[in-house]
């Protein structure tokens, strides 16, 4: 017995070695990424020679090299949307802030120092978590916010910081008005709609925003509702987007049929975490998706997605989860009856808790 319970012993100071072996690889990778800010590809090989398959706090290996692109970035339940263009980029939400230090380490890998706009989307914790490291971190020209005054007025410690770091850092603040073009690099994010008047719901005051970037138009409504679907679509004769960034992470109480046939995206990016609470995304936004004959890719399942454009209104993307490119019909080339018959429509309370 004593034999046996020292030999036992002894095997748990193995592991426990090799463990710490192992953390003390994970470190030494994330101390060159954060302090040499080495090459992405010298990353990729060291995360390899640890047994990881890929680091979802930098960008697929097939996205590499590119001057403008979209990244989707895994941040968890919640939305980060870098866009990058000829050297210049912005940043549209900032995810959840338990995700703090993967986006940081992103937005670093990806050779960002200077961010001409951050963008907040709406108020909620799951998009603005990490934004005040975010800031303190790069220079950020701009701070730009939702139409705050057509809802409560958000008071939490996370949005007040957020708030102090862009006056103690003297950065420029306004606020999204429809019809508003934010121009950086070759890029422009345009306000289609600026969002609806609220007594609670701060999901409602999301503008819904046009991005044209690298002959890509890309459509992000953040945490959106139908209703603010509906104001788009009397606002704008033209809402056709090659990608569409799923409103509210795939919650049914968007994401409507009619919508997604305005738009008529090509790929939608549903940003979601794994086995989150909501239950997102639906069944009734996905089976939406694939009435408009959509190609959808989940960050829960494939990581942070890269979108990047390959001429001729074609564009690609890869995903961390294998790091391969996945070229995209332009939408022309798709045939408008290719897909499926349209979804019995949600309920209209369906799904509101998420």
């Known amino acids: 017995m004593v034999r046996r319970a020292v030999y036992s012993a002894g095997m748990k100071r193995k592991r426990t070695r090799r463990a710490i072996a192992w953390l003390a690889g994970v470190a030494a990778v994330l101390a060159l990424v954060v302090l040499f800010a080495v090459e992405p590809a010298i990353v990729d090989d060291l995360y390899s020679a640890l047994g990881i398959e890929g680091s979802a706090a930098q960008a697929p290996a097939a996205a590499h090299g590119f001057t403008e692109a979209i990244h989707f970035v895994y941040v968890g339940q919640g939305d980060a949307l870098l866009l990058e263009s000829d050297g210049a980029f912005a940043l549209l939400d900032a995810g959840t802030q338990e995700y703090t230090s993967d986006l940081i380490t992103y937005l670093k890998t990806s050779d960002v120092k200077t961010l001409d706009y951050v963008i907040m989307s709406h108020p909620h914790a799951d998009h603005i978590g990490a934004m005040q490291k975010v800031m303190e971190t790069f220079e950020v020209k701009q701070l730009l916010l939702p139409r705050l005054e057509k809802g409560p007025i958000p008071t939490s410690s ?55 970037l690298g002959g890509i138009r890309l459509l992000a409504t953040g945490d959106a509702v139908r209703a603010n679907e509906d104001e788009a679509m009397e606002l704008e004769t033209d809402l056709r987007a090659d990608v569409f960034k799923a409103a509210h992470h795939g919650s049914s109480t968007s994401n409507s049929y009619a919508f997604l046939e305005a738009v008529h995206p090509a790929l939608v990016v549903v940003s979601c975490g794994k086995d989150n609470d909501y239950g997102h995304p639906h069944r009734w936004p996905l089976d939406a998706y694939a009435a408009v004959n959509a190609e959808v890719v989940r960050t829960d399942e494939m990581g942070s997605v890269v979108v990047w454009p390959t001429g001729g209104g074609g564009f690609s993307y890869a995903t961390t989860a294998d790091g391969a490119e996945h070229v995209v019909k332009p939408p022309a080339a798709q045939k408008q009856d290719a897909g499926e018959e349209p979804p019995e429509q949600a309920p209209d309370d369906a799904g509101l808790a998420a």
């Open 158 to 212: 996370m949005f007040m910081g957020i708030l102090q770091t862009a006056a103690d850092k003297n950065i420029p603040t306004a606020q999204m008005n429809r019809e508003d073009v934010f121009a950086f690099g070759g890029a422009a994010v345009r306000v289609v709609a600026d969002g609806l008047e609220t007594k609670g719901d701060l999901n409602l005051i999301s503008p819904v925003l046009m991005v044209e």
